[in-house]
């Protein structure tokens, strides 16, 4: 158990909708990650908040937004989903203490558009 | 930009044998750190080990060894006494060292690999 939490485990939802990944990280972690993890694109980097501000972007695309709210617990926003959003979506926190800051991982989310 | 490089999509290794995951990358960073992450099939993303770019002798975490070659870039993980528990999807990442907060990880293809009897 990597100590970040993610809610829910499985959504399946339709075209056109907007659904909330929801992630805590580790007790004392202020550094979130989003990764998305398709077949065809692999293992991507979309978005990094660090203490509830954003730090860094990557493949995020428009419809997709993401926030760390003051209790450091953050949550990624999809919206118009289409069917090539279906993926696993993971959250992973690190903090600056840890050697390397290294990312530890939620067990994910799977995101299922039909 | 930074790029992870698995060439390896699968690999079959017979238990208690040992096996090694090619890695190889490319930065201009010269202060870079290099990962292992297991991903078994139920899914989850595990941490294995860790190498930094100024780091003068191989990492090691228990079974786990880097072999770091910083000349030809390549950061192979070798997994010794190979367990059944060991067959999972593995994958090599890279994060380019920035001052201040960390920065986000860039993943190869991964290899996945079966432990047999």
């Known amino acids: 158990d990597s100590g970040v939490t993610q809610t829910p485990k499985h959504l399946i939802t339709a075209t056109g909708q907007r659904v909330t990944l929801r992630c805590s990280p580790r007790s004392g972690d202020l550094s979130v990650y989003w990764y998305q993890q398709s077949l065809d694109q692999g293992l991507q980097f979309l978005i990094q908040?660090?203490?509830?501000?954003?730090?860094a972007k990557g493949n995020i695309l428009e419809r997709f937004s993401a926030q760390q709210f003051p209790d450091l617990h953050s949550e990624l926003n999809l919206s118009s989903l289409e069917l090539g959003d279906s993926a696993l979506y993971f959250c992973?926190?690190?903090?600056?203490?840890?050697?390397?800051?290294?990312?530890?991982f939620g067990p994910g989310t799977r995101l299922l558009v039909l | 930009a930074q790029k992870i490089t698995q060439t390896q999509p699968g690999m079959f290794v017979q238990e208690k044998e040992a096996v090694t995951l090619d890695c190889t990358y490319d930065t201009s960073d010269p202060s870079y750190g290099l990962f292992w992450y297991k991903q078994p099939s139920s899914g989850e993303m595990i941490f294995l080990i860790y190498q930094g770019s100024y780091d003068q002798q191989n990492a090691t975490e228990g079974r786990y060894s880097l072999n770091f070659q910083k000349a030809r870039k390549s950061a192979n993980l070798v997994i010794s006494a190979s367990q059944l528990g060991d067959s999972a999807m593995y994958f090599c990442?890279?994060?380019?060292?920035?001052?201040?907060?960390?920065?986000?990880?860039?993943f190869g293809t991964g290899t996945r690999l079966q432990v047999t009897l």
């Open positions: 990442a890279m994060r380019e060292e920035q001052t201040g907060t960390a920065s986000k990880l860039t």
């Open positions: 908040y660090y203490n509830g501000e954003e730090r």
């Open positions: 992973a926190s690190s903090s600056r203490l840890a050697r390397a800051e290294t990312q530890y």
